[in-house]
Nanobody, 124 residues
């Protein structure tokens, strides 16, 4: 079992930045691929970014490439999502998740453990 707790969300103006954190506890954090997903009101949850257990591999949704950066600190059991040049369409609840198969994937069903989410609101 892995428990995930997100933080760092808030209200920001378009063009601004936020850094989300996800602290993990439970099973060995470094064994898991970690991902960030988001869900806007009335929309399905979608993939944002993922990072390999070592941090050497990453993947991003096309909509956030060049603006968002995912990173992890296995010593602190924490994964981060640095979000720059934020747009109103980035407004959503952001969730971190740990996968079950040990490989980078965009599929929601491949992620076993989920946090409770943190709200990000970008005003125009």
């Amino acid at each position: 079992q892995v428990q995930l707790v997100e933080s760092g969300g808030g209200l920001v103006q378009a063009g601004g930045s936020l850094r989300l954190s996800c602290a993990a506890s439970g099973r060995t954090f470094s064994n898991y691929v970690l991902g960030w997903f988001r869900q806007a009101p009335g929309k399905e949850r979608e993939f944002v970014a993922a990072i390999s257990w070592s941090g050497g591999g990453t993947d991003y949704a096309n909509s956030v490439k060049g603006r968002f950066t995912i990173s992890r600190d296995n010593a602190k059991n924490t994964v981060y999502l640095e979000m720059n040049s934020l747009k109103p369409e980035d407004t959503a609840v952001y969730y971190c998740a740990a996968d079950r198969w040990g490989r980078i994937t965009q599929k929601i069903s491949d992620y076993l453990y989920w946090g409770q989410g943190t709200q990000v609101t970008v005003s125009s």
